[in-house]
């Protein structure tokens, strides 16, 4: 009998050695939300599309910002997933307290900050899209009034508001933002009524930071102007959709996978790619966008990507007035991360 016990450790040992790659992906909405969880799965099947047998992937949608994860999380690591990927901000502990119990699997949380030795953190540098779109809407707002469905008051959300707020102004200085929090990621009523109220309060173009594509939808019903978010809503809004502030996760999660092949893989790592990595990436503009328009925004673009233009480049005062970046300064990546101030032109106070 230990001979037997012997030979079946050694055959399933030789079987995770030979096997394909487990990769499992746990998703806070829909893979058809047609946004964040959408983008997110389309990283997943490019790769399976990279690396054919040599991969085995899983994802698990829906899954709350609470209890529910770390249960999630630690069923898949007990079915011997080698990486795991866990893609929304409130996935963080329960992502660490896993990585504790299972020091052999590995995993990466999308948007968080923290790290352990089996764990690393991802995110793009959205904001600089952000601050892109937001130099359209600056342009092309004839209330100097914009608005903004935002989910959570968490430093991913909030540096997108104030880069899109800044974008704006650096062209039209008379640009403010109206915020409503929705309190959600995914839920298209309360993103629709988030969208229609700020219409009531003036808005003419619309942004959002949530996952489905209704501000789009409800500005396409408007006759107004929006940006998708995370993916291309253009097919929801053929004439409202400027343009779209999305990610292209794939190249990343198969530098990744690549990684964890040839044992390269490392955790207490931090990535934050961007326009010039090619993970933030702008969807061709509608139109709509007069030529002129599209020249600045391209410039700025391309300034962007050559490092000679920092949405978070001082002088900064918040919306209070008070200067928190001086002149010849620019908030490093790192602060960014942690921001929890509006910019002056943001009409919001942060709920407590």
Request: glycine share 8%; net charge negative; proline share 5%.
């Amino acid at each position: 009998m230990f001979f037997l016990l012997a030979l079946l450790a050694v055959l399933d040992v030789a079987h995770a050695a030979t096997g394909p790659l487990k990769v499992a992906f746990v998703y806070v909405g829909p893979v058809a939300d047609g946004g964040w969880s959408y983008e997110h799965n389309l990283g997943r099947l490019a790769l399976e599309h990279e690396f054919g047998a040599k991969i085995e992937t899983t994802f698990v949608e829906n899954v709350p910002e609470s209890a529910d994860a770390e249960r999630v999380i630690r069923q898949l690591a007990a079915k011997n997933y080698d990486l795991i990927f866990t893609t929304s901000f409130g996935f963080m502990e329960p992502t660490l307290k896993v990585a504790k119990l299972f020091p052999h699997a590995h995993f990466e949380h999308a948007t968080g900050y923290k790290t352990a030795a089996n764990v690393v953190t991802y995110q793009g540098r959205i904001y600089e899209g952000a601050y892109l779109v937001g130099v359209l809407a600056g342009r092309m707002s004839k209330t100097n009034t914009l608005g903004y469905v935002a989910s959570f008051p968490i430093p991913e959300v909030i540096r997108n508001i104030d880069a899109f707020t800044l974008g704006a102004r650096s062209v039209n200085p008379k640009i403010h933002t109206k915020v409503v929090w929705a309190d959600t990621w995914y839920d298209p009523g309360k993103e629709r009524q988030a969208a229609e109220a700020l219409i009531a309060q003036g808005a003419d173009i619309l942004c959002q930071n949530t996952d489905s594509p209704a501000v789009v939808q409800v500005a396409e019903e408007k006759g107004m102007h929006a940006f998708g978010w995370d993916s291309d809503m253009s097919k929801y809004g053929p004439h409202a959709m400027l343009t779209a502030n999305t990610e292209n996760w794939g190249a990343y999660y198969i530098d990744e996978v690549r990684k964890l092949q040839d044992g390269t893989w490392s955790g207490n790592r931090q990535m934050r790619w961007g326009l010039k990595e090619g993970l933030v990436v702008l969807t061709p503009l509608n139109p709509a966008v007069p030529p002129d328009v599209a020249r600045l925004f391209e410039s700025k673009k391309q300034a962007i990507i050559a490092g000679t233009l920092a949405p978070f480049a001082g002088p900064i005062k918040d919306n209070a007035g008070t200067l928190k970046v001086p002149a010849q300064t620019v908030v490093s990546i790192d602060d960014l991360m942690s921001i929890n101030w509006f910019v002056d032109g943001v009409d919001a106070v942060l709920p407590q």
